[in-house]
C-alpha cells in the first residue's frame, strides 16, 4: 500500500507491487573515494537507515578487518531495528574446496546475523580465466554455499556477478549459476551489472526473461553507475519482474558509485506507485540523506533528485512568477513536502520582483512596492560586482530587513587591523606563521577594543570580535563557524594577463547547533570579503539563537 496522496502514475501490467529495498551503504557504499567509516559510524548509519524503513541493511564482510569485525559484534548487541535486517556478506566457497571448512563461509556463520549475502561468478570467462576452473566446479561452488549456510539455519541471498555481461555471453552457465542458488533455498538471486556497462533496455529485457525461466524464484537487482544508468537500470529491472533492489544512500560506491537509493525509491513509489518503505516513512529521504552525508563526512549533493537543495529551487523568472501563481506544481514534478525537502526561490538577477517577494515571505518579512523594487536594483547592482544571493540566504535576509529600515543594534564595528608574522629565524624549514587581530567596536553604549590570535585572518577576527562581544552577548557562545570557501571572480586583467588583484568571493558557514546559514562577502581584498561575512554570519546568528 503507497502513502496517500502521491501522483503515482501506475506502473505497467506485470510489474510488482512491492519491492524490498536492500541497501549496501555499509559494504558497497563504503568503497566510495573518500569514506572511511569507523564502527561507531557505522552503526549510526545503520540506525539512519532503519529509521527510513529499509528492508535489509548489509553491513559488510565480518571477516574483512578487525572493525568490520567488532562491528557485527556491536550490532548484534546493541542495534534495535524496527524494520530492518541486518545482513552479513561473503563469498561462496573455494574452488575445489569443502564448505564446512572454508573461512568466509564459517565467518558469515558465526557473524549473529540471521540473513547473509554470497557472491558468486555467473559469467563464465571469469570461472574459467580469474578462478582458472570448471564451468561445472563454477556452479558446484555455488550450490554448494548456499546449502552449507541454509542448512546453518540462514536466510540467504545470492548476488551473481557480473550477470548481465555473462548472460549476454553464455546465458545457459548464467542460468545455470542462479539455478543451483535458487534450488539449494536462496531466498533471493540478484542479478549484478557490475561493470556498470548495460543499458536499460537490456536490464528489462533481460531480468524479464530470468523471472520466467525462474518461475517463483524471487529476483533482485544490483547496479553500478558506470554507464551513468544505474538508476533507470533498477527501475528498467523491476518493470521486468525484479522485486528485490539493491543501492546506497546517495549513491556511494566504488569508481562512480551504485543505484541511488534516494533516487530510486521516489520513482518507484511516487511515479509507479510501488510499495518500497513502510507507510508514512517516504517523507525522511532527505533527512537521512543529509544525515548519512554528515556521518561520512562529503558535502549533500545539491543537484541530486527529489533530496538535493537544489531539487526544488528556481532561479529563473518566468519559474518564480509561475510559482507565486500557481503554487509548486507550475514547475515541480511531485510536491517536495513528499520527501522531505522543501520549494526554495533563488535570488539572482534572472529572479525578477516575483521571486524576491517569494522569498520574503519565505523570511517572514513583508515588503511593499518601493521596497521590492529598491532591493531589486541593489540585487541586480551587487550580483553584477560578484555577490551571490542564491548560495546566500542569510546575508540576503540581512539585506532585505536593511531595505525595511532596520538596523542591527548588537554592535557597531569602529575598526579593524589584522597582522601575519612570518617567523623563520633561523633560515631553516621550520618556518611558523602568526597572525594577529585587533578589532575596535561599539557595544552597550561602550568603546571596547580588543585582540585576538588564530591560524589566520578569518580565525584572529572571529577569535577577537568574540572577545569584545562575549561578556555582553552570551549566545555567541552556541554559534560557530563551520566552512570558509573563497572563490577568485576576475583571474585575468584587460589583456588577459593573470592578475592577483582579481576580485574574491567568500562564502561563510555557520551553524547554531540546529539550523545552518550561509553568508557572502566580495572585495578586491580578501580579508574585506572576509570579515563582510563573518559579520553577517554572527549578526544573523544573533538575530535567530
Known sequence: MTDPALPSVGAPPGTPTAVEIFDTTLRDGAQFEGISLSVEDKLRVAEQLDWLGVAWIEGGYPMANPKDEEFFRRAVNELQLSTATL?????????????????????????????????????????????????????????????????????????????????????????????????????????????????????????????????????????????????????????????????????????????????????????????????????????????????????????????????????????????GRAGGASYEHVDPAVVGNRTRVLVSELGGRAGLGMKAEEFGLELDGAQTKDLSERVNLLESQGWVFEAADASLELLMRDVQGWTQEFFAVESYRVTTEHLNPAGGNDAALSTEATVTVAVDGERVVTEGSGNGPVNALDAALRSALADRLPALSKIHLTDFRVRVLDAADAAGNADTGAVVRVLIDTTNGDETWTTVGVSPNVIEASWTALVDALVFGLLHT
Open 87 to 323: 545482513v552479513a556478506f561473503g563469498s561462496t566457497r573455494r574452488k575445489a574446496g569443502k564448505v564446512d571448512d572454508d573461512p568466509t563461509l564459517r565467518a558469515l556463520v558465526e557473524a549473529g546475523t540471521s540473513t547473509v549475502c554470497i557472491v558468486g561468478k555467473s559469467w563464465d570467462f571469469h570461472v574459467t580465466d580469474a578462478l582458472e576452473t570448471t564451468l561445472d566446479e563454477g556452479v558446484a561452488m555455488v550450490g554448494d554455499s548456499v546449502k552449507f549456510l541454509r542448512n546453518a539455519g540462514l536466510r540467504v541471498f545470492f548476488d551473481a556477478e557480473h550477470f548481465f555481461d555473462g548472460y549476454k555471453a553464455n546465458p545457459e552457465f548464467a542460468l545455470r549459476v542462479l539455478e543451483a542458488a535458487a534450488t539449494e533455498g536462496a531466498d533471493c538471486v540478484v542479478l549484478c551489472d557490475t561493470n556498470g556497462g548495460s543499458l536499460p533496455h537490456e536490464v528489462q529485457r533481460i531480468t524479464g526473461e530470468v523471472v520466467s525461466y525462474l518461475e517463483g524464484v524471487k529476483v533482485g537487482i544490483h547496479t553500478q553507475n558506470d554507464s551513468g544508468c544505474a538508476v533507470a537500470n533498477s527501475i528498467a529491472a523491476v518493470l521486468g519482474g525484479a522485486s528485490h533492489v539493491q543501492g546506497t544512500v546517495n549513491g556511494y560506491g566504488e569508481r562512480t558509485g551504485n543505484a541511488n537509493l534516494m533516487t530510486v525509491i521516489p520513482d518507484l513509489t511516487l511515479k509507479l506507485g510501488i510499495e518500497t518503505l513502510p507507510e508514512g516513512r517516504i517523507s525522511r529521504l532527505t533527512s537521512v540523506s543529509r544525515h548519512v552525508a554528515e556521518l561520512v563526512n562529503l558535502p549533500p549533493h545539491a543537484a541530486d533528485p527529489y533530496v538535493g537543495s537544489s531539487a526544488f529551487a528556481h532561479k529563473g523568472g518566468l519559474h518564480t512568477s509561475a510559482l
